[in-house]
Every structure is written in structure tokens, then in C-alpha cells.
């Protein structure tokens, strides 16, 4: 597995090149056939409330990206942080691929039918699907840079669209450390979206025509 650290605004020592070394290794155990090890490190700006160094850290292939990003007083400690969200997240993927092995896999229609119970899926409640079908769901722009300023900051984003089952949704959610996940499901070809609710329970939000 390769290891790469680039830093932004922050000098990258050898010390902390071997420290993020030292780590990889236990990440290549847990996951052998990853390929790339990435470590980004910026500084905070001055601007910014908080004083310290961010951390982000992403895990490559094959199979689904896993990310990771926290922020602390130092480098040594936003990695730190982040590298124990990014072992969270490999355990949580492994303990979700074993429960599979030994249930096997779920078709949607017989998920649907036992209301989504057997894949820890909730489907969202009829109101919120018809406000989301109807456009009745408030959109709310991001203020331009010259308005006056507020703490409330809304970034956009534009992603291939993929074609997965719910459960794959599900995994790809918690790779990433996101709250939700936005795909096309594979089956039924409608725009979906997964979102993380209690526990192990997670909510799926549809779109009809």
C-alpha cells in the first residue's frame, strides 16, 4: 500500500512522515489489498475561531472509498483523530459483510414487503415523500461572499450518479462518514437516498415519477 502526505499551509517533517508510517502499517493488516494510503494536512486560517492543523485522510481501493477528516491543536492529533474514525469505519464495513455472508443476500421487493426490517432500513414516512416528489421541500441558496456574514455556510456538489442496491448505499454511507448517501437504485432505477438514523437503523427516501 502506497502512503502519500501532502501538507497545505503546514511543513511536513520526517518524524511525522514516520509517525504516519508507523500507522499505515496496522490499516494494510486490517485491509491487504488496499492501494493508496492518503494523508492531506492543512493549517487553519487565521480566520478561523479555532487555532490548529486539519487532518484528512483517505483510504483507496478496490471497493469503495473510505474517508476520514478531523481537526486539533496539532497535526499529531487531527490525524490521530481521524485515523481512529477511519478504523471505525473498516470495522463497522467488515462486521456489516459478515452479518451479510451469514443472512445472504435480500431482493428489494422482499425487503419492502417485511418493511425493509431484514436490511436495517426504514422507509421514510409518506409526507416526507411527497414533499420531496412535490418540490414542497425549501431550498435555501448560499449566501454570496460580499453579503454580510453568517455561520451558516452551504457548499455545492456535483457526483456521477451510481447504480447501487440499498445496502451497498448503506456500506458506501458509512465508508465515507457521511449522514446520508445519494444514488439510483439498482433495481427499481429510481433516485434514492440513504440516511443514517439510530443504532444500526437507517432511512431510504425514493423519488416517483
Not at 463497522?92 to 432500513?121: C, I, N, P, Q
Not at 439510530?198 to 425514493?206: R, T
Request: no cysteine; proline share 5%.
Amino acid at each position: 500500500m502506497d502512503v502519500h502526505i501532502r501538507g497545505k499551509n503546514v511543513g511536513i517533517t520526517d518524524r511525522f512522515e514516520s509517525y504516519v508510517g508507523t500507522k499505515s502499517e496496522k490499516v494494510a493488516g486490517l485491509l491487504p489489498k488496499a492501494q493508496k494510503f492518503e494523508v492531506r494536512v492543512s493549517r487553519m486560517s487565521d480566520r478561523s475561531p479555532q487555532n490548529g492543523d486539519v487532518v484528512e485522510i483517505t483510504l483507496i481501493g478496490p471497493g469503495p472509498v473510505i474517508r476520514a477528516e478531523s481537526a486539533g491543536g496539532d497535526k499529531y492529533t487531527a490525524f490521530d483523530m481521524a485515523y481512529g474514525r477511519v478504523l471505525e469505519r473498516i470495522r463497522r464495513m467488515k462486521d456489516r459483510r459478515a452479518d451479510r455472508r451469514g443472512r445472504g443476500r435480500t431482493s428489494l421487493g422482499d425487503a419492502a414487503s417485511a418493511g425493509f426490517e431484514m436490511v436495517d432500513v426504514t422507509p421514510a414516512p409518506l409526507e416526507v415523500l411527497e414533499a420531496v416528489a412535490t418540490g414542497a421541500v425549501p431550498i435555501v441558496a448560499a449566501a454570496a461572499e460580499e453579503e454580510q456574514y453568517s455561520p451558516v455556510v452551504i457548499r455545492s456538489k456535483e457526483f456521477p450518479a451510481e447504480r447501487l442496491a440499498i445496502e451497498d448505499a448503506v456500506d458506501q454511507m458509512e465508508l465515507v462518514g457521511h449522514d446520508f448517501f445519494l444514488f439510483i437504485e439498482d433495481e427499481s432505477g429510481k433516485p434514492s437516498v440513504v440516511y443514517r438514523r439510530k443504532g444500526w437503523n437507517y432511512g431510504v427516501i425514493s423519488l416517483t415519477d
